[in-house]
């Protein structure tokens, strides 16, 4: 009996020993591969990696984080329909996740492969359909979406706060790559387009100290990094007059002063079926009635007057305006 309840401890010794260790090992980084990473109870988008061996030419890695926009028609699964429906959100999810592996991964490999960085793109989810569920749109970091006790029901919840989820996103893979050998930049460089380039730009306000530079393509809206313009108080995401109602940001004009800035746009994205002052789910009223009137009637207009903002406070920009370019990646 004595024997049996020996091998018992024994056996219950190694057991912990074994699941001690099978805790402690990190997964390992695949290079030359597309890498997904479903979501999890931690981390509630999924997100895929790239990297190249060219990465490993430059130290420390840095780290292209890419945010993608997500038109409706890649929801709906079709050019949209008539009535609009409501789309189920795992439906919806699978779809878009579907468009960032077979579109928006493959055009931007051959750029971090050139250019010898890893890519990490995070998968937004979005909705479009009746009021309320067409408010989340989550890709551009509407108001909606990131001040509490807004749309407060559980259906909801998905889509809220994606800007800390990208931090998380952001944090969880520098670790990884650093618990396996690796001496990755402690800040990411941030790309988006269109919606995409409206959370690259909001998401460099609200945390800029994960930020090293950021490329904005193609936003056409954007959040001043001040409380008033002329005396008239600038709201999120208009400005920052209210951003501390925001939980979990670390909001800094010093620290934004930092970031480099990259911003491009067509010179033909003036067509008003792109301008997002004309869509209720990223702008209300009063937000277009500000943007319009202080910053310009259309997106080329503000985007001169915004990168002439940066270089007044002195910030390092780079305008770049193609020509012949609608609004194109």
């Known amino acids: 009996m004595g024997f049996r309840k020996n091998l018992l401890l024994v056996f219950m010794g ?30 509630k988008y999924s997100y895929f990696y790239y990297f190249p061996e060219s990465a490993l030419n430059r130290q420390p890695l840095r780290i292209l984080f890419y945010i993608p926009s997500v038109p409706c028609s890649i929801v709906w699964g079709s050019e949209k329909p008539t009535p609009t429906p409501t789309v189920p959100t795992n439906v919806a999810y699978q779809r878009i996740e579907d468009y960032v592996r077979n579109w928006e991964i493959p055009r931007l490999q051959r750029l971090v ?65 650093q618990n396996n050998g690796y001496k990755p930049n402690d800040k990411v460089f941030v790309l988006g ?79 008003p079926e792109n301008d997002p ?19 310009g009637k259309n997106p080329v207009e503000r985007t001169i007057k915004f990168v002439d903002y940066l270089e007044s406070i002195g910030m390092k920009v780079t305008l770049t305006i193609y020509s012949g370019i609608g609004h194109q990646f």
């Open 14 to 43: 190694l057991s912990c020993i074994l699941l001690a260790n099978a805790e402690a090992i990190e997964p390992s980084i695949t290079i030359g591969k597309v890498v997904y990473q479903p979501p999890s109870a931690e981390i």
């Open 193 to 271: 387009f269109s919606a995409g380039g409206s959370a690259a730009h909001r998401f460099s306000v609200l945390h800029p100290s994960k930020v090293a530079a950021v490329a904005i393509g193609a936003a056409q809206v954007y959040l001043y990094p001040v409380s008033y313009w002329e005396g008239i108080p600038l709201p999120y995401p208009v400005g920052t007059y209210d951003v501390d109602r925001i939980p979990g940001t670390t909001y800094s004009f010093d620290e934004f002063k930092k970031i480099p800035h990259f911003v491009f746009i067509g010179e033909q994205d003036i067509a």
């Open 277 to 295: 002052v004309n869509f209720e789910d990223i702008c209300t009223r009063t937000e277009a009635h500000l943007i319009n009137f202080y910053f």
């Open 113 to 177: 492969e050139i250019h010898g960085y890893v890519l990490l793109i995070v998968v937004v989810p979005r909705n479009c359909g009746p009021y309320p569920d067409f408010k989340m749109n989550t890709p551009s970091m509407v108001r909606w979406v990131m001040f509490p006790n807004s749309f407060d029901k559980p259906e909801y919840e998905f889509y809220k706060r994606p800007d800390l989820v990208f931090v998380k996103i952001i944090d969880n893979f520098i670790s990884l790559l």
